[in-house]
Structures are given as structure tokens and as C-alpha cells.
């Protein structure tokens, strides 16, 4: 008997207990708009197929649809990368730091190391939670020399779980062992040799506040769960629940663009016509090239069936 | 039978707690875990709460005085500088209230204002934190630097945060009508910059969970000093050493000072570590004026006895 009031007692204590990670029930409530799969943690799992479509997305696909259901702040630039030509794409695991504390630094170890299972240095405590198709996304508060918390050891690691690169608001170190990765697609502020510190009795500056809380990267907000799409130097942050609408506008557009040029090409239309509001001749027109190509297209043809189900012409 | 009624209960208490969800304000649980090295007295919320004595005195410290004892103490990310400052003849000294501001979500911010009308909290989520502060508290926001459409306050939040706390406050983003918050007897603001635009395309995301602003991580319950050079931010544990600590530097330099125009001792026997003959002299100057020991005589007791001085 007073084992299992023991036991409860310690279930009780997890409950009370929190960490620098948040927690599920927190998870739960910033993301009410994803009906999808989550991770036993909670945070939104977007599908494999979804995100392996998304690697044809431009940016400027993603904005005009975040932007036309008011998500005005989900995107940053200003960065240096890893393969430039190379898209990034995964779901957001987020970490904050913010300038050292002795006290907190103390407190979060003892915690980390005593209660949750934490190993060595706070900043591979949210690396160890990566999982394929993440992507890992820091606010390291811009910090430059003393600042980078990933060199190659860590970088090796963050590739060896989750196959992608990160997005990082500050420095890292290594930048050539990063490089040789091969396809460590990468979005950071700078490099530099130096490292952080974090000895809470000696050189400190970086403390880890938050794994997976919601995250500041410039002027997007970024929250766990978020689809990640890195191209051309820019990095925008999905909401889960947009990514389809994201990546079917996305599709449709490309599909329009692909039938608008070849047939601007072969001079059957004029420009005037195309850059237009098409007619329901070329509307027609369209449907019947989709039917014809619909084993050719950069679209999975189930997904083109779906379209033209839902066309009148 | 019993077992049953012990899971029962198990669930429900875990039930009542899952219902919290999202915090707006940071857990009194959590608060205490990170401010564990502070022993005193604290709020209902679990916020440190240093003496008023102590926040008073504060006032009258210098920003080096309180960075060197702290530097000392391994605390190197405590200062803050390049800030416009409104009504800056007057230092900002009080407890600190934090807010975290960032830009606009839909998806996450219908949660919160929804939450937040659970929790009674009324109007728009900015003027939240100012609703909690009491007097001698300084709320300290970070709005991420963001000026034109960041702006936190104008005079009439301003009216009421003064009311609250007759202090002022540090912001990490701008105000607007600077010319009604300057005509706030004793208000003092240190903030990032002047916009007539308002508040727009930003969410409150917490109050009192640890904030950057610029070099320094604050907590809440942290003691706040602002004077013309910038703000400095000292953990409560640390507020007593760092303020007798100063009083003590402010007290032995005054001595100094008044024996070196006497022509009593040289400049090199006052800027070296003293003999016994000068720290003797020191204790019955002091003893013989009070009114230049801002500390209790306890608390000179103490430093007299603890300290290699």
C-alpha cells in the first residue's frame, strides 16, 4: 500500500514538476488549429509527403499564403548558409538561450542532470530530442564571438538525426567540418572560431531557457511544430495547419505557369491573355493539357486528379 | 478500494492541473526554482521580494559599484546601455516585473487573449502586466527592439503604471507621447525610442518568465537600477551585497576624500590599501557621523568584519 502511494506521490511530483522544455498541455494550447498527428510530446507532426512537396515550394508561394490568412510575421533573411542552392525542409524543434546566469545556469543543471535525464552541457540537451525530418531552430541572441553552441561534433549529430541542416541566430564554429557534411542545408548569422561558455563558477554567457517554447528568429515567431522552408537565403515558418494549403496553391500555380509558358512559347495565346484572368476557352484548354501530361508533371498525379475534380471547365 | 479512490484522486488533482494549459504568467513553481538562491521574502506569485529599505537605498548606488560586485560574483550579462531615457534626473530603482512581447501570431494569440478572459484579465493583452504591478515594482518589457507600431505605452498606460508603482519602466521597443509621459512627476522610463504610431501586429506571450533585454538575462523579482548610464539588473540574492557593498565603497571614498583635502594622509596612502592607523580613523569618522552611513550599523558590523578591506 504505501508503495503505491508512493508511486503516486512521485506521479503527482511529475506533474507539478516543470522544465525549461514546455510542457504537453502548453504544446497543446499554442497549436489549436492542428487536428493533425502530433508527437508524444505533443508537438504537430506534418506529414512525410507533405514535406517532401514542399521542397518545390518558392517562397514566395509560401508568403502570399501566410500572408492572405494573416500570418505577417513568419519570415527572416539576413543569413549566411550552407549549400545556397539547396532548400531546407522539416519541422521546427526550437531552443532559447539568452545571456548567462549564474543562478538560473545552476538551477537548470542540477535539474536537468538530477530530474530529467539531461546529459553534460545544456546546449546538447535539445539536440538528443531531435528525430528524422526535424529541423533545429535557436535564438542564440545573435551572439558572435563566444557565441556558437555547434561545431561539427554537434553538427554530426544534428545530421545523423534528423538529415537537415538548422536555422540558428548566431554564430557557429567548424564552418568547414559543417561544409564537408554534404548536405548540412544550413541558415545562421555568422561564423566565428570561438565557442560559448557555460561554467556557471567560472566563464559563462549563454544559458538555455526554453526547448521548445515559442521562439523569436528576427521578425518571426516561431512555435514547435512549425514546417521549415529555407531556400535562396531566406527562411520561412509554416504553421502545420497551412502547410497543405501552402503546398496545393503552391502546385496549382506551378502547373498554371508550366501550361501559360509553353503555350505563350508556342504563340497560341498572347501575353495579354495569360497575364490575365484566363478565359474559359483557356481554362478548357488547361484541363485537357493536364489530362494529357498528367504522367509528366512536377505534381503527384493523384493530387492533379484531385485538382480537376474540383474544375467546371 | 482504496487504490481506486487513491487514482481517483491522482487524476483528478493531475486533471486540474493539465486544465491550466498555457501560463500566462509564469508558475509560482517555477519562479521559485529558478530564484532558488533567494532565501527572503516573496510575493503570493513566488516573486523574490527585497526589503523596501533595500530598494530604497538602491536609489543611491552607482551602476559601476553594483556591475564590479556583481562581475565579481561571476554575473557578466547584468548591464544594459544606449537607451533614450525619459525624465532622466531621477535613477529607476524597484522590483522587476517582466513581459515578453513578439510578433503577431493568429493562431497563437487567440489562445492567449482567450485564456487571459478566463483568468479575468480585461482589455488588450499590453496593459496585463501593468494590472499586476504594485508599488516600488518596474515592469520591464522586451518588444524586441521594435519602435514604429511597438509602441508599449503612451501617457495614459503610463499615467497607470505610475499610479501602481511610482517608478517607471525599461523597454526593449518604443512609447508614444513622450510629452505626457515626461509631464508624469517621477516617472522614468528607459526605452528604445519615440513613435506617434500604436501598438499593432505584436503579442504579449508571458509575464514574469525570463526575458533578454539586449546583454542581460532578467528575471523577475530581479532589483532594477537606471541611471543616465544605462540599466543594471541584480538578482534579489545578491541585492544586499551589492548594495551595502557599494554604500560601503561610497562611505570609505567620502572619507578619502575629506582626509585628502585636509592634507591628513597622501594620495598614495588613500589609494593603497589602508594601515591600521587609517581604518581605525575611518571607523570613528563614521561612528561620529551617521549621517553619512546609509546602512544600519549591523550591516557596517558586518562588512567591517567580513571584509579584507
Known amino acids: 500500500m504505501k508503495k503505491i502511494i508512493g508511486f503516486f506521490a512521485l506521479l503527482l511530483m511529475s506533474t507539478f514538476a516543470w522544465g525549461q522544455q514546455i510542457s504537453k498541455e502548453e504544446m497543446l494550447f499554442l497549436t489549436p488549429l492542428w487536428k493533425g498527428e502530433r508527437f508524444a510530446d505533443g508537438r504537430p507532426k506534418v506529414s512525410d509527403a507533405l514535406l517532401q512537396r514542399l521542397k518545390s515550394v518558392t517562397l514566395e508561394e509560401a508568403w502570399a499564403v501566410l500572408k492572405n490568412e494573416n500570418f505577417k510575421h513568419n519570415y527572416e533573411d539576413g543569413w549566411q548558409t550552407i549549400n545556397p542552392d539547396s532548400v531546407l525542409v522539416g519541422r521546427a524543434l526550437t531552443a532559447t538561450f539568452m545571456p548567462g546566469r549564474p543562478d538560473i545556469q545552476r538551477v537548470i543543471d542540477d535539474r536537468g542532470h538530477s530530474k530529467d535525464g539531461r546529459i553534460k552541457s545544456q546546449n546538447s540537451w535539445p539536440i538528443d530530442m531531435l528525430v528524422k525530418g526535424d529541423v533545429y531552430v535557436v535564438d542564440q541572441f545573435g551572439a558572435h564571438e563566444d557565441g556558437p553552441t555547434i ?21 557557429v564554429r567548424d564552418i568547414n567540418g559543417l561544409k564537408e557534411l554534404g548536405r548540412f542545408t544550413s541558415f545562421f548569422r555568422t561564423y566565428h572560431p570561438s565557442h560559448h561558455l557555460n561554467n ?12 521548445n517554447t515559442p521562439t523569436r528568429i528576427g521578425k518571426a515567431t516561431v512555435i514547435p511544430g512549425d514546417v521549415v522552408l529555407g531556400r535562396d537565403g531566406g527562411v520561412i515558418f509554416i504553421p502545420p495547419h497551412l502547410l497543405e494549403k501552402v503546398v496545393k496553391t503552391s502546385e496549382i500555380v506551378r502547373l498554371r505557369d508550366m501550361f501559360g509558358h509553353q503555350r505563350l512559347r508556342e504563340q497560341k495565346y498572347t501575353p495579354g491573355q495569360i497575364d490575365n484572368r484566363w478565359s474559359e476557352e483557356i481554362e478548357k484548354d488547361f484541363s485537357k493539357w493536364l489530362n494529357d501530361k498528367i504522367d509528366k508533371l512536377p505534381v503527384p498525379k493523384a493530387q492533379i486528379q484531385e485538382f480537376l475534380k474540383g474544375r467546371t471547365w | 478500494m482504496k487504490i481506486k479512490a487513491i487514482i481517483v484522486f491522482y487524476l483528478a488533482i493531475s486533471l486540474s492541473f493539465m486544465s491550466l494549459g498555457q501560463n500566462i504568467q509564469m508558475p509560482k513553481e517555477m519562479i521559485m526554482t529558478y530564484s532558488q538562491a533567494w532565501k527572503g521574502e516573496r510575493f503570493p506569485d513566488g516573486r523574490p521580494r527585497v526589503s523596501d529599505d533595500l ?19 561571476g554575473y557578466e550579462s547584468q548591464f544594459e546601455g544606449n537607451w533614450q531615457i525619459i525624465n532622466p534626473n531621477k535613477p529607476l530603482a524597484g522590483r522587476v516585473v517582466t513581459a515578453q512581447y513578439m510578433p503577431m501570431r493568429p493562431d497563437v494569440n487567440t489562445p492567449i487573449m482567450e485564456k487571459g478572459k478566463s483568468e479575468n484579465r480585461k482589455g488588450s493583452s499590453n496593459s496585463w502586466p501593468i494590472d499586476l504591478l504594485q508599488e516600488n515594482d518596474v515592469y520591464v518589457a522586451d518588444g524586441y527592439g521594435k519602435i514604429i507600431d511597438g509602441t508599449l505605452i503612451g501617457d495614459n498606460l503610463g499615467n497607470s503604471i505610475y499610479a501602481k508603482s511610482k517608478t517607471g519602466v525599461v523597454f526593449d521597443a518604443g512609447i508614444r507621447d513622450l510629452e505626457g509621459l515626461e509631464e508624469i512627476d517621477g516617472f522614468v522610463g528607459f526605452v528604445r525610442g519615440v513613435d506617434p504610431s500604436f501598438i499593432k501586429n505584436e503579442m504579449l506571450t508571458g509575464i514574469n518568465y525570463p526575458i533578454r533585454i539586449g546583454r542581460a538575462t532578467v528575471m523577475p523579482g530581479d532589483l532594477i537600477l537606471g541611471k543616465r548610464e544605462g540599466v543594471i539588473f541584480i538578482p534579489a540574492h545578491l541585492a544586499e551585497k551589492v548594495i551595502t557593498t557599494a554604500e560601503f565603497i561610497g562611505m570609505t571614498d567620502a572619507f578619502g576624500h575629506l582626509r585628502l583635502k585636509q592634507g591628513k594622509y597622501t594620495p598614495g596612502q588613500i589609494d593603497q590599501k589602508w594601515t591600521d592607523d587609517i581604518k581605525a580613523d575611518f571607523v570613528k569618522w563614521i561612528d561620529e557621523n551617521p549621517d553619512k552611513r546609509p546602512m544600519s550599523k549591523s550591516e557596517l558590523a558586518k562588512i567591517l568584519k567580513d571584509k579584507n578591506w
Open chain 1, 151 to 171: 561545431g561539427d561534433n554537434l553538427g554530426n549529430s544534428i545530421y545523423a538525426k534528423t538529415g537537415n541542416g538548422i536555422v540558428y541566430n548566431g554564430a
Open chain 1, 200 to 211: 556557471p563558477d567560472g566563464e559563462l554567457n549563454t544559458t538555455l531557457v526554453g526547448i
Open chain 2, 55 to 73: 530598494v530604497k537605498r538602491l536609489a543611491n548606488i552607482s551602476i559601476e559599484e553594483a556591475w564590479g560586485v556583481m562581475r565579481g560574483e
